[in-house]
């Protein structure tokens, strides 16, 4: 996200919006962010001295609880439902992502110590010339001793 006017960008979890704000930012009375704040819908962070401060995130979070009740008819039960669903779904993405790296890291590690082992042979024990014929020798058939 970019700051205004296109400065450095703000992070969207800063804890920068006091309730009215908030309020103003997502369309709102500041009545019905305590109502969601208190459902478990939106959770701010809170100062020092019990303020509710919002983020960026709760900003757009808010106007998705907003376009979810009044566009689709959803309930606020299903609404937050659809919150916890969400951000589990998030987090199984991140442990995907971090577990797909950590793949990719061990298996090249695996390939580094394989090549080291590769690397380690001795060919000096066992001569190997690749123009030269093979050679398989087979011993003749003994004579059957159970004829005499």
Same mark, same amino acid.
């Given at each position: 996200?970019?700051g205004?006017?296109?400065?450095?960008?703000?992070?969207?979890?800063?804890r920068v919006f @006091?309730? =009215? @704000?908030?309020a103003e930012?997502?369309?709102?009375?500041?009545q019905?962010?305590?109502?969601?704040?208190?459902?478990g819908?939106v959770?701010?962070?809170?100062?020092?001295?019990?303020?509710?401060r919002?983020?960026?995130?709760?900003?757009?979070?808010l106007?998705?609880v /907003?376009?979810?009740? /009044?566009?689709?008819?959803?309930?606020?039960?299903g609404?937050?439902?659809?919150i916890?669903?969400?951000?589990? @779904?998030?987090?199984? /993405?991140?442990?995907?992502?971090?577990?797909?790296?950590?793949?990719?890291?061990?298996?090249a590690?695996?390939?580094?110590?394989?090549?080291?082992v590769?690397?380690s042979?001795?060919?000096?024990?066992?001569?190997?010339?690749?123009?030269?014929?093979? @050679?398989?020798?087979?011993?003749?058939?003994r004579?059957?001793? =159970?004829?005499?």
């Amino acid at each position: 996200m970019t700051g205004a006017f296109g400065g450095p960008p703000v992070d969207p979890d800063a804890r920068v919006f @006091v309730i =009215s @704000v908030a309020a103003e930012l997502a369309g709102m009375h500041a009545q019905t962010l305590r109502t969601y704040d208190r459902l478990g819908l939106v959770t701010p962070h809170r100062s020092a001295g019990g303020g509710r401060r919002y983020s960026p995130r709760d900003v757009a979070l808010l106007r998705e609880v /907003q376009r979810l009740s /009044q566009d689709e008819g959803v309930n606020l039960a299903g609404i937050k439902r659809i919150i916890e669903l969400t951000n589990h @779904v998030e987090a199984l /993405q991140q442990r995907l992502t971090e577990l797909t790296d950590e793949l990719l890291a061990t298996r090249a590690a695996a390939a580094a110590a394989t090549a080291g082992v590769h690397a380690s042979y001795r060919r000096d024990l066992v001569p190997v010339r690749r123009d030269t014929a093979l @050679v398989v020798w087979r011993p003749a058939p003994r004579p059957d001793r =159970s004829a005499r």
